[in-house]
């Protein structure tokens, strides 16, 4: 990204020092690094990064309401963004326990891009999982049918599987035999792939599954 023609900022520069930050827990140096660019710059996309950055700062504080309100105001900079949406939704999931509205955002995450395989299964990943919480089996099912449907092609790398959905499925005890569809399925995509560490990872997993009957095609 270019820099913001105000100050010189570079978003994704600052982005990525914050990270850095953040993976060795300097967490109060990230914050102070990204909310003195965001004093710096009327940018918004620029703004929209700096908050969502700042969001998982606080994130990994256990700030989550901090994090919903920075996720929220780069959210509002960036409508038509996608993963933003999903980001919100998966908060909405895990601390708030706000389901319906986690499905409404990632059914708008799935009607932006639905061209997109990556963006495509999180949405339908987070949608299941919530419908899941709110105790309706059969449409969490469905969706985690439909997040593997295409056997993960047009990934780029295992990091993009989302296995939300099916570890909640297998702590249910929901259709084991589906669940063990999607590890294989994604097992054979890190093989193609070529994946170590994500093949022997999952291969523990399947190895610690238990005996199912016939395996769904």
């Not at 908060?91 to 990556?118: M, S």
């Not at 170590?196 to 769904?216: G, Q, Y």
Request: proline share 4%; with cysteine; net charge positive.
């Amino acid at each position: 990204m270019t820099a913001t023609a105000e100050s010189g900022i570079q978003p994704q520069e600052v982005c990525s020092r914050a990270f850095a930050l953040m993976r060795d827990k300097q967490h109060a140096e990230a914050e102070k690094l990204l909310a003195n660019c965001l004093a710096k710059t009327t940018d918004p996309v620029a703004t929209a990064l700096f908050h969502s950055a700042l969001g998982v700062c606080a994130k990994l504080q256990g700030a989550m309401k901090a994090a919903w309100k920075h996720y929220q105001r780069a959210e509002k900079l960036l409508p038509e963004d996608p993963a933003l949406k999903l980001i919100s939704a998966r908060l909405l999931i895990e601390e708030f326990a706000q389901y319906d509205q986690a499905i409404k955002k990632g059914e708008k995450a799935l009607a932006k891009v639905p061209q997109n395989p990556v963006v495509v299964h999180h949405a339908l990943v987070t949608i299941g999982e919530a419908y899941g919480r709110k105790g309706d089996k059969r449409r969490a099912i469905d969706c985690l049918c439909q997040a593997m449907a295409g056997d993960f092609q047009g990934f780029v790398t295992t990091k993009n599987v989302d296995f939300h959905l099916v570890e909640f499925c297998l702590a249910k005890g929901w259709e084991p035999t589906l669940c063990r569809a999607f590890l294989e399925k994604a097992h054979a995509f890190a093989r193609s792939v070529q994946e170590t560490d994500w093949v022997l990872l999952i291969a523990r997993m399947l190895a610690a599954f238990p005996s199912v009957p016939d395996r769904v095609a």
